[in-house]
């Protein structure tokens, strides 16, 4: 019978790596889905009487100042709206979710509402906490 050498260990286990590693992934893909592209912190108005959505749309934020920013890119200009609108589209019937600040002025709401619908944006939207 062979006796065996004591010295340092020169093979790394890799059963424990990878279990780490699968934890890991698992905690960031379902911290990656509960994130929404936003730029900036928007406070929404709560509803009582909330629709759930079936499809994907593209949401557009406006925060208190009335800065807007599209799926989560900021717009630097007014006039970039609807071309940064429309490359998000991707050739789909656009659906609009509003996610307004409820200290952003009404007016900025509807400017944005306007713009819509001269992209002929039919389907439109406004994002509330529902209570």
């Keep these: 019978m062979k006796g065996h050498i004591h010295g340092p260990i020169t093979e790394i286990n890799m059963i424990p790596f990878v ?12 911290t990656a889905t509960v994130m929404l592209p936003r730029t900036f912190s928007i406070a929404l108005p709560q509803a009582t009487q909330a629709d759930k959505l079936e ?3 593209i949401i557009i934020s406006i925060d208190r100042e009335g800065k807007i920013a599209i799926n989560g890119l900021r717009l630097k200009q007014d006039g970039d709206f609807a071309r940064m609108f429309q490359s998000q589209m991707q050739g789909k019937e656009p659906l609009a979710i509003i996610a307004a600040d409820k200290d952003s002025r009404h007016g900025r709401l509807i400017e944005v509402i306007d713009l819509l619908k001269s992209l002929q944006v039919k389907r439109i939207g406004i994002e509330v906490e529902q209570k």
């Design 19 to 30: 279990d780490i590693v699968l934890v890991i992934l698992i905690i960031f893909l379902l």
């Design 55 to 57: 499809s994907v749309p």
